[in-house]
């Protein structure tokens, strides 16, 4: 009895809530400045990218200056020569679809209103006109001029400062190194110095892979779709390759919106689509991936779900672009901490 009389007492240090406090004050800077940390976010993701060729052209004996310029100057070259060939029949496609989307989507209404009738005789409920009716009336298909100007200027900007960065950092010999030995104690950096390697090589294999395999899904969507004739080939062919980049959801979304749109105009070809794209979905898993992603480790499904699902809650579309970048940055981070663990374990033992 003496024992469960006895007081309890929980002492907390005055360090303890000065830590803690700490914590939250960065958490909260962190949000205040997000939008910057997303430009540092993306630059570093571009240089774990690029960083490897410049290093090849190291071993050549070329000025690392030069080198980068060579790179961007051939990125940049590639992009303009892109957007050259490619702005004419995207920009009559888009306003093809402009034109046409209000009929497009007053027959997905009405088909899904049929489809609710059709359930609601078996006592079930379908109730997706009212659901699709009032997304109709939302601000992703309304939203005013000058907030979208405003919106395309402040994303160039973002691009342009990221660009910038993202040369310095290629530029400067070892800059990584350098901006860790500013911020983390002497103790640490050579973890750190680990820790970063890592991660870099990490995401540079994976997004490197996933820029191959986006641009042959977008080649052979685009080939697939051109052969069976169907409207607006180049667009869903892009929104197939960019949507490469989003695990297990995205190459679904792209097929959904391929028949979908394929099928308000001709039904039979949407039946040839569905079976180009389970085509298509044979050769990525089975042939592409493990050919190209053979180095790169992929993320568990349901945590590569999980991440995209809370990226686009916190950050709407570039959350989603960002998700699996930054989840893949962190299981990194965790794996490597939990190897240290093992090995000071093991040197207890």
């Known amino acids: 009895m003496d024992s469960l009389n006895k007081k309890v007492s929980l002492e907390i240090s005055a360090g303890a809530i000065i830590k803690v406090l700490l914590i939250l004050g960065l958490l909260f800077l962190a949000y205040l400045i997000r939008g910057v940390i997303v430009i540092l976010f993306v630059a570093f993701i571009l240089v774990s990218i690029i960083e490897p060729l410049v290093d090849w052209l190291k071993v050549s004996k070329i000025p690392r200056l030069a080198s980068v310029i ?7 070259g590639l992009i303009a020569m892109l957007v050259f060939l490619l702005i004419s029949p995207i920009s009559s496609q888009l306003e093809q679809l402009r034109i046409n989307f209000p009929v497009y989507w007053e027959k997905i209404i009405n088909g899904l209103s049929d489809l609710s009738q059709f359930l609601s005789s078996y ?8 659901f699709l009716s009032s997304f109709q009336n939302t601000t992703l298909l309304s939203g005013g001029v000058f907030e979208k100007i405003e919106d395309f200027i402040s994303n160039i900007v973002a691009l342009f400062v990221t660009l910038v960065i993202t040369f310095y950092l290629l530029v400067e010999e070892n800059a990584t ?15 750190a110095y680990q820790l970063v390697n890592r991660i870099q090589k990490q995401l540079g294999m994976w997004l490197r892979g996933q820029l191959i395999l986006g641009c042959i899904v977008f ?3 685009y080939l697939g779709l051109v052969i069976i004739g169907v409207k607006y080939a180049l667009i869903l062919a892009i929104v197939a390759g960019f949507c490469e980049f989003i695990p297990y959801l995205g190459p679904t979304t792209s097929g959904i919106l391929a028949v979908t749109l394929t099928f308000i105009n001709d039904p039979a070809k949407a039946i040839l689509v569905v079976i180009w794209y389970i085509i298509m979905q044979i050769f990525q898993h089975n042939i592409f991936v493990p050919m190209v992603m053979r180095k790169a480790v992929g993320l568990n499904p349901v945590i590569s779900i ?6 686009a809650t916190l950050g709407g579309f570039v959350g989603v672009i960002l998700a699996i970048p ?5 299981i990194v981070i965790f794996s490597n901490l939990l190897e240290h663990k093992r090995a000071e374990d093991f040197k207890l033992e």
């Open 306 to 311: 999980c991440a995209l699902l809370i990226g």
């Open 177 to 191: 190194k350098k901006i860790l030995k500013s911020i983390v104690p002497i103790d640490y950096l050579p973890y």
């Open 326 to 330: 930054l989840a893949t940055c962190l």
């Open 123 to 130: 006592g079930l409920s379908a109730p997706a006109k009212e």
């Open 70 to 76: 060579f790179i961007y100057a051939i990125l940049l």
């Open 219 to 221: 080649i052979l969507a």
